[in-house]
């Protein structure tokens, strides 16, 4: 360090949101790396997947899906705000997350992640990335 500066070190906490059909277990390298830098480290499991209790198909709308991280995200102590990191469809929540606790979120990142359009349906993402994928897929296999 020159001329005796500190140097600061700001840690964050980190909420990991997966994508469709995975778990809060997709993130553990990530968690692990963000825990050994010093980083608090929350990944929940949405409804019906992961380690959460119950299945996919018993859960009967989005907001339930998401009530993992909002109650994580609600929960957090009232000065604090998160980095919040959604993957593929935790893209969704992660916009719902925002909407409903917007105090509390420090900075959003989409990683690979649909993102809601605005005055658009939820639907609207995927409506523009499926014909082309499903072009792609009956081309090519999806196995490729």
């Not at 019906?48 to 119950?54: E, K, N, R, V, Y």
């Not at 919040?84 to 992660?94: D, P, R, T």
Request: net charge negative; glycine share 10%.
């Amino acid at each position: 360090m020159e001329g005796g500066e500190k140097q600061q070190h700001h840690h964050h906490h980190f909420v990991l949101i997966h994508g469709v059909c995975h778990g809060a277990w997709s993130w553990y390298r990530v968690a692990t790396a963000l825990e050994a830098a010093g980083h608090r480290v929350t990944a929940p499991d949405m409804a019906g997947c992961g380690a959460s209790p119950g299945r996919g198909e018993e859960v009967a709308s989005f907001e339930e899906y998401s009530r993992p991280l909002l109650d994580a995200v609600a929960a957090l102590p009232e000065a604090e705000q998160a980095v919040l990191v959604a993957h593929s469809f935790g893209g969704q929540s992660l916009a719902l997350a925002m909407e409903r606790h917007p105090e509390k979120v420090s900075v959003a990142v989409f990683v690979t992640a649909t993102m809601p359009a605005a005055g658009k349906p939820m639907t609207y993402a995927f409506k523009q990335v499926l014909p082309p994928f499903e072009k792609a897929c009956s081309s090519n296999g999806c196995d490729h």
